[in-house]
């Protein structure tokens, strides 16, 4: 299968050249040049199969090419053997209709390792392959950090620097980033914020000589590889719930959109899914765009949900680029605009949005009055993520079940869930000690040059 730009400028690449390059070079995002259509019989049969035989069928399209079948499946089966859940993704049913995704119970209890600890397995298996070593950064608000630095710690194949924004993540995001002692990790704590950790990185891929001399790839959310593993779950919960014979929405907590356009891949596959609902912190430009089709970036407000505190969200690129038809020179005319504070989308590509998308926002009152209720109700602890995604879902129930994804376990943001019900979630036991661990971080000012010389004097080759 073939990747395109979405700015349409950048060389055409197989799976895993888009996997290793990120970001592409006229600073576009890879997408697959057609999504696969999977048929109504082959969805049916993937209900009640192992999360790791659906994502085998639901990927295999993807990268049918790049990877033998028994190596893909060995690979699927390292990534998710560490799950604290047999189901991977178990569903809980909150209310009539409405469902819990739970997306906690990998190693650093975030959604982020579902995609995190299958590309780790997927890089090292390519690069070694390849008989090359790369380096890894990224950008993280938090989760996508620590996930990145677990998946990758101890492997051979690559060095990993996480940049994240100082004093802004909780303790428990920071710790899982901070105490891994393999010499191959290195956490990095940058002075300012996340939307500053990630224009940084975007330097560093338009470094070409930088770029080219470390040999630098990403693991963020901009990384397709990573939306792509994010599609599964969205197999294993709408056909657990009747598809597809019968419609699913989704509510999505969203800040950079990765996850909600896994969703909108998942419905080009194929999959019933009726609507696919965004739902936004106070940091809500996703909600007014979606709203008003005006993109404006503002100041980035910190919330009790930070890993969606964000203005600069990567992913919308790609779902801009559907609605536009695949134009990658007016998506390339957007992009552009949004470096001096926005832009406007056309009439024909937000109605196309909105086929798709709904959104709303929550703010932080009703964020902890969300996981207040959720608690009163159902007896589950949210997360604050979590919690936007259910009170934004209380606007959006109707006849179609309602999935809403509960992206991080409680304990990782326990301050807010305590101030919330007066309960402060414990760490599963197999974390139980992280606090004792001690910690190892670089601190870094917002500068470029600062940055890749810091990178270049820690890579291990
Ligand atoms: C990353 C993250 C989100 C936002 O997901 P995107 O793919 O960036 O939209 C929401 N909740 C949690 C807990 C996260 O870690």
Redesign the pocket.
């Known amino acids: 299968m073939n990747y395109i730009s979405t700015r349409g400028q950048a060389p055409v690449l197989g799976f895993e050249d888009t996997m290793l390059t990120g970001l592409a070079r006229d600073g576009g995002l890879y997408v697959p040049e057609a999504v696969p259509v999977l048929s109504q019989g082959d969805i049916a049969a993937m209900a009640g199969l192992r999360y790791e035989e659906v994502a085998l069928r639901v990927m295999r399209p993807f990268v049918a090419d790049a990877f033998a079948e028994d190596d893909f499946a060995a690979m699927i089966a390292r990534a998710y053997a560490g799950f604290g859940h047999p189901a991977r993704a178990p569903l809980k049913q909150l209310a009539p209709n409405h469902f819990l995704l739970e997306l906690f119970h990998g190693p650093t209890l975030?959604?982020?390792d579902f995609a995190m600890q299958l590309i780790g397995q997927m890089f090292e298996h390519t690069l070694t392959r390849r008989g090359t070593r790369a380096t890894i950064v990224g950008a993280t608000?938090?989760?996508?950090g620590s996930a990145a630095i677990e998946a990758f710690r101890g492997l051979d194949a690559a060095d990993v620097f996480i940049l994240y924004p100082h004093g802004r993540v909780s303790d428990v995001q920071r710790r899982q980033m901070t105490t891994p002692d393999e010499a191959n990790v290195h956490a990095v704590a940058l002075t300012g914020d996340f939307d500053d950790c990630q224009a940084r990185v975007k330097d560093m891929f338009n470094d070409f000589a930088f770029r080219d001399g470390v040999n630098l790839t990403a693991v963020n959310?901009i990384n397709f590889a990573r939306v792509l593993a994010?599609v599964v779950y969205y197999f294993t919960a709408a056909t657990a719930l009747g598809a597809p014979h019968r419609p699913v929405s989704f509510t999505?907590?969203?800040?950079?959109?990765?996850?909600?356009?896994a969703g909108h891949i998942a419905r080009r596959m194929g999959l019933p899914i009726k609507r696919l609902v965004v739902a936004t912190n106070r940091n809500d430009i996703l909600h007014r765009c979606l709203t008003t089709g005006e993109y404006r970036t503002g100041e980035v407000h910190p919330t009790i949900?930070p890993?969606?505190d964000?203005q600069v969200?990567s992913?919308f690129e790609r779902a801009l680029h559907l609605a536009y038809g695949g134009d990658g020179g007016a998506i390339a005319q957007l992009m552009e605009e949004q470096r001096s504070g926005g832009f406007s989308v056309s009439q024909g590509a937000l109605q196309a949005l909105r086929e798709i998308y709904t959104s709303g926002r929550a703010s932080e009152a009703e964020t902890s009055a969300a996981i207040r209720a959720a608690r009163e109700r159902t007896g589950e602890l949210l997360?604050p993520?979590?919690a936007v995604g259910y009170h934004v879902a209380q606007d959006h129930q109707g006849a179609t079940p309602m999935v809403t994804l509960a992206?991080?376990h409680p304990a990782?943001f326990p301050d807010a869930v305590e101030a919330a019900t007066g309960i402060r979630p414990p760490l599963p036991p197999r974390m139980a000690d992280l606090f004792d661990r001690p910690e190892r971080i670089a601190r870094v000012e917002n500068d470029l040059h600062a940055i890749e010389t810091l990178i270049e004097g820690n890579r291990a080759a």
């Open positions: 975030a959604f982020k608000s938090g989760d996508t959310s994010q999505v907590p969203s800040g950079n959109f990765g996850d909600v356009f949900s890993s969606m964000i969200s992913n997360c993520h979590t992206t991080a990782k």
